[in-house]
């Protein structure tokens, strides 16, 4: 792929959760069928119905996709299985429907829309905000209009821009595929091999990791339910303050005034001040990080005998 920043490599089909959890994936060879007739819904359209040709029909699964996979066709595919769906779209997909050009809603300023229904009711809307942009949807319009904060350079403030709720909600769930990879970039594995297959294999061990890892937070928000400082507030309950743990290095040892001798370790926070400072200054006796610089000598407060 030319236009990409990395050009050769392999591309995999994924239909991942709102978390990152992958639920399916599908190693992209081409055109599914590529001796018979092109598929109404395009190439791109035939990955979608098969990443969803799992999912249970009739069960109001809502699926999001950017421009590269959606088109009419396809949404009206996903609608009759009862499977919803909102994406980007390209104009050229969308034939005989004319709406307001960029130019035309850019004079209304931010926030300025337009939409389209069809006979299947798709609707196609058109918001403006740095530039157009386009969405269909099956299930969700532009009702209720909700409001979002943007900065206008011109008079160097905030302002609230209408923003109707198919966006709102694209914005909402739209991303688990990118947060997928964004976290096995962070744990990639490093290594060569002449063996095409074996990179294949190793992502999706990785992708079993994450998805474990995902598993494993979800579980513990089940068994460890917190209480939000929003809820705390409205219910005119208060926080205790945080307390420092105090060091279990005994005084006596503490105070000695032998061999508290300060090195250079990874930063962590000091354990004397309250300012919740971080330090890299280590006391290797005592086993504790203590501020040393400037504006603060936790080192010589923390062992200075009274």
């Not at 990395?6 to 709102?18: D, E, L, P």
């Not at 909700?146 to 008079?155: A, C, H, M, N, P």
Request: aromatic fraction near 10%; charge should be positive; charged fraction near 25%.
């Amino acid at each position: 792929m030319p236009a990409k920043p990395h050009k050769w490599g392999f591309k995999m089909w994924g239909r991942a959760g709102q978390s990152g959890y992958l639920y399916d994936f599908d190693v992209c060879q081409g055109p599914e069928n590529p001796d018979k007739e092109r598929s109404d819904v395009g190439v791109t359209g035939d990955v979608v119905l098969k990443m969803t040709s799992t999912l249970p029909a009739g069960r109001n699964h809502n699926v999001f996709a950017d421009n590269y996979f959606t088109s009419v066709l396809l949404v009206d595919h996903l609608k009759e299985r009862g499977i919803h769906y909102i994406g980007t779209v390209r104009m050229n997909r969308v034939k005989d429907c004319n709406m307001m050009d960029e130019k035309e809603l850019k004079k209304k300023g931010r926030g300025s829309m337009d939409f389209r229904v069809n006979q299947e009711n798709i609707i196609i809307v058109r918001w403006f905000d740095n530039k157009a942009v386009n969405l269909l949807s099956a299930y969700v319009g532009i009702e209720p209009t909700g409001s979002v904060k943007r900065w206008d350079r011109k008079t160097k403030t905030h302002i609230i821009v209408p923003r109707p709720a198919i966006v709102e909600a694209y914005n909402k769930f739209m991303g688990g595929v990118d947060v997928l990879d964004m976290l096995s970039a962070l744990y990639k594995f490093s290594f060569k091999s002449r063996r095409w297959y074996m990179y294949i294999w190793w992502h999706t061990v990785t992708v079993a990791v994450i998805d474990a890892w995902n598993l494993y937070r979800r579980d513990q928000k089940k068994l460890e339910p917190r209480i939000k400082p929003m809820a705390l507030r409205r219910t005119g309950l208060n926080t205790p303050p945080r307390k420092r743990q105090h060091s279990s290095v005994p005084a006596d040892v503490r105070k000695d005034g032998i061999d508290h001798s300060p090195t250079w370790e990874t930063r962590q926070r000091c354990k004397h001040c309250t300012g919740n400072h971080f330090t890299h200054v280590y006391c290797g006796k005592c086993n504790v990080h203590l501020c040393l610089n400037k504006d603060r000598n936790c080192f010589l407060s923390y062992h200075k005998a009274k």
